[in-house]
């Protein structure tokens, strides 16, 4: 499936993923660049709007399968899976977008942690 396919699919809740995430992608690039503690505020209010808006785009999904199950025969009643798919497509991107920041901020977590030798011994040693 081709992304164009996915947010068709997806519906309307796959845009503001897409600008959350892009958000959150940047940031996390900045952070692997440049790692600052200063950032690490703005990586996790990203990383949670991606996700808050995957999740609205999945609940809505759901709410819009469950709705027009009411105007499906009993016998073919099956087909509302076709609309939870719908929803776990927002989900699957949210989840994408994440795991991609994650990556460039794990790289900016090593580059700190190289920059600072020393400084996680003396933290355990005085806890």
Known sequence: MG???AFHMGGWG????LIFGLLMIGAAFWY???PARRLVPLLVSCGLMTF???CLGFFTGVI?????IGQVPPDTRYISLIGIAESLT?????FALIMLAMLAVSVG??????????????????A
């Not at 796959?14 to 993923?17: A, G, Q, W």
């Not at 030798?117 to 040693?125: L, V, W």
Request: proline residues 5%; without cysteine.
């Open 3 to 5: 992304i164009n396919e």
């Open 14 to 17: 796959m845009y503001p993923t």
């Open 32 to 34: 692997a660049a440049r």
């Open 52 to 54: 808050v808006s995957g």
């Open 64 to 68: 819009r399968s469950l709705t027009a």
């Open 90 to 94: 927002n989900m699957v991107f949210a």
């Open 109 to 126: 977590a090593w580059r700190l942690a190289r920059l600072l030798p020393g400084r996680g011994e003396e933290a355990e040693e005085t």
